[in-house]
């Protein structure tokens, strides 16, 4: 028989709720580069939709309240791209 995690074994109301994701966007995309014509690799397609774009409306879907986007290498560019 599997041991489970404390957590996994507590009654329903002591569980905790995740409401708030944390999106890591601030990476330079370097393997990228050479294959896509993008300003950051956040926004590169993927059926048609950027990747933080399905990212972002995944999570919304999962029923998180607050998605925070760390940005970095070419952050306006994403910002803007976004808005």
């Not at 995740?18 to 059926?47: F, T, W």
Request: net charge positive.
């Amino acid at each position: 028989m599997p041991i489970l995690p404390q957590c996994a074994r507590l009654p329903k109301e002591n569980i905790f709720v995740i409401d708030h994701a944390l999106v890591l966007a601030a990476g330079h995309g370097s393997r990228l580069r050479d294959h896509v014509a993008v300003p950051h690799k956040a926004l590169v397609q993927l059926e048609g939709e950027p990747l933080l774009l399905r990212t972002c409306r995944m999570l919304d879907r999962l029923g998180l309240r607050e998605i925070t986007i760390v940005t970095g290498h070419e952050g306006a560019a994403l910002r803007s791209a976004i808005k």
